[in-house]
């Protein structure tokens, strides 16, 4: 029976790198592209998750478990992220009655 590391191993870093650095992008344009503060938060989770990936990748290969101990401390960031940050967004939505970051200047004095 082939375990977790045979498997990650089987496949090359190279596929790994290329994977993770796509989804970075897909992450980096939601945030640039979209208005909407859900959707960036959705966009920062998948570039948090790419990383964590990526970690893993090295991890396993270098064999090395400090890679995969950092995942943790990376997901519990963002665990406290998205708490926050969906707290600011039923804020603003009482607010401004959106979700648009756009209409955030209302907020000003």
Known sequence: ????SENITSIPLQHYVWLCTLLFVIGVAGVLIKRNALIIF???????????????AFSVYHNDPAGQIF?????VVAAAEVAVGL????MVYRHTHSID???L?????
Not at 71 to 75: D, G, L, Q
């Open 42 to 56: 959705m966009s920062i989770e998948i570039m948090l998750n790419s990383v964590n990936l990526l970690l893993v």
């Open 105 to 109: 200047n209302k907020l000003k004095w």
């Open 1 to 4: 029976m082939n375990t977790l």
């Open 87 to 90: 707290a600011i967004v039923v």
């Open 71 to 75: 995942v943790f401390f990376v997901m």
């Open 101 to 103: 970051i756009n209409f």
